[in-house]
């Protein structure tokens, strides 16, 4: 990937700490860098592990480095020490799509990165104003699929930003139904369901953890899942890929390290990681936000990423999604 400097706004930093044993770090602070802001369901994530893992590691800073499509927070890890001082969130916008979206980034996705362990994959899914698809007569993904051909060129869809996977689901939902269908991109995942929840747009691919809370006070209504098969955690809704055959779209993020960090240190991590991410505590928020807990080795991790690297080339280039 080549490497030029990265341009942006200097972002404001969210930090929380939490006071933990000292661990192989000296007894100095290490940082898990969330390239995202704060209050949002990877960064809670985040938060409810760092608690976890207060028996096994020392001091724990979380560093919020939103901006950028992720980008600033990772070029951030990227460069750091590979001390195991340092650690950083990897999604699928900042290590998968943001590659095939920038004509250039900073940092190598796959290179500069040493994989611990992924924490999650979730699927996205199709939501819409409850109250407003029920004065439309909107009930199934079909009752949307024949509002929005009737509405051509008159609906707008939400997203958290140029190049999140809600952007690109909604570029292909689009490519698929061969409608005019104008993209409002919005800084984060929050105030895009704002919107959505105001009325000031149609629809939204909202990943589940996101949309969870306002599907279950009965403020969205969820139509279909992204996923390539319908997800587990809502059986009752069709995958998307059923009307559109190999639609598939979802996100996923996990911990890594700056490359070169030793391995004996990132396989304590992992051992450590995981153990947090498999406790009741964590596991049991997971299942309250809708979130699949994903665990793996750093090779296993590794592979993954590369394949959703090639998966989303593929997806990027059928969805016409562009970075202005």
Known sequence: MQRRTFIAAAA??????SALPAFA????????VVPYAAGGAIDLSVRKMATALESDLGTIIIDNRPGG??????TAVARAPADGLTIGIAAVATNAINPWLFKSLPYDPIKDFAPITQMTRIPNVLVVNAEIAKKRGIDTFADFIAFAKKESGKLTFASGGNGSAGHLAGELFKRELGLDIVHVPYNGGAP????????QVDFSFDNLASAASNMRAGKLKALAVTTAKRSALLPD???VAETFKGFSIDTWWGLVAPAG??????????????KALRSTEVEGLFRDMMMETVTNTPEEFGRFMQSELAHYQEVVRLS???VS
Do not use: D, F
């Open 237 to 239: 809704l069709p995958a």
């Open 261 to 274: 960090t030793p391995a004996e240190l990132v396989h304590k991590y992992n051992a450590s990681m995981v």
């Open 320 to 322: 016409g999604a562009t």
């Open 25 to 32: 770090a000296g007894g100095r602070p290490i940082r898990i």
């Open 69 to 74: 499509g992720g980008g600033i927070g990772m």
């Open 192 to 199: 895009s369901q704002l919107a959505l929840l105001s009325g």
């Open 12 to 17: 404001a930093t969210a930090v929380s700490t």
